[in-house]
Antibody, heavy 112, light 106 residues
Framework: EVRLVESGGGLVQPAESLRLSCSASGFTFSSDAMSWIRQAPGKGLEFVSMISSSGDIAYYSDSVKGRFIISRDNSENTLYLEMTSLRVEDTAVYYCVSSGNWGQGTLVSVSS | EIVMTQSPATLSVSPGERATLSCRAS??????LAWTQQKPGQPPRLLIYGASTRATGIPARFSGSGSGTEFTLTISGLQSEDFAVYYCHHYNNWPRTFGQGTKLEI
């Protein structure tokens, strides 16, 4: 069974940083591209970032480019999202996604 | 950026009826389209990929069709657990983008 477990969310102030993690199991992690998708409260879904299976190619939405960094550790089956210069509009549930499988999400709240 | 437009925003139907949801892409995405279902308080769940292939464990009452720019999700014989929000998204290139969602309500 595929399992994706996000962690690292929380309440931070604007301009602060946060690191999200996603622990994966039940599939060959090193063979799959991985994505972070977020959902602001009461809103729709937004692709934030995606990383290739080997980790050498990464994509970012314009809204986070230059502030977020996606990475992965294939030896630990873990996906990361380093978020810096956080803004109020980054407040959302962040989901870790692989080949259509979704984690439960972790809530990031940015507020002063 | 490819814009995905879903219609209608809200669809009111009765259990047992058929629901037809539409998704339009601003440019051709071949069949690189997926449908996702989200119930309140739950993470999304993949229903359809490749425009018409059901994901593992998805009942046959869910069917997808279309290619290019026009796509349809049909749910036949609606059951109570099908009332949710449905999103389409493309994976033709980056950035992937979602439609704004269709809320299926009783």
């Amino acid at each position: 069974e595929v399992r994706l477990v996000e962690s690292g969310g929380g309440l931070v102030q604007p301009a602060e940083s946060l690191r999200l993690s996603c622990s994966a199991s039940g599939f060959t992690f090193s063979s799959d591209a991985m994505s972070w998708i977020r959902q602001a409260p009461g809103k729709g879904l937004e692709f934030v970032s995606m990383i290739s299976s080997s980790g050498d190619i990464a994509y970012y939405s314009d809204s986070v480019k230059g502030r977020f960094i996606i990475s992965r550790d294939n030896s630990e089956n873990t996906l990361y999202l380093e978020m810096t210069s956080l803004r109020v509009e980054d407040t959302a549930v962040y989901y870790c996604v692989s080949s259509g499988n979704w984690g439960q999400g972790t809530l990031v709240s940015v507020s002063s | 950026e490819i814009v995905m437009t879903q219609s209608p925003a809200t669809l009111s139907v009765s259990p047992g009826e058929r629901a037809t949801l539409s998704c339009r892409a601003s440019q051709s995405i071949d069949n690189n389209l997926a449908w996702t279902q989200q119930k309140p308080g739950q993470p999304p769940r993949l229903l359809i990929y490749g425009a018409s292939t059901r994901a593992t464990g998805i009942p046959a009452r869910f069917s997808g069709s279309g290619s290019g720019t026009e796509f349809t999700l049909t749910i036949s014989g609606l059951q109570s657990e099908d009332f949710a929000v449905y999103y389409c998204h493309h994976y033709n290139n980056w950035p992937r983008t979602f439609g704004q969602g269709t809320k299926l309500e009783i």
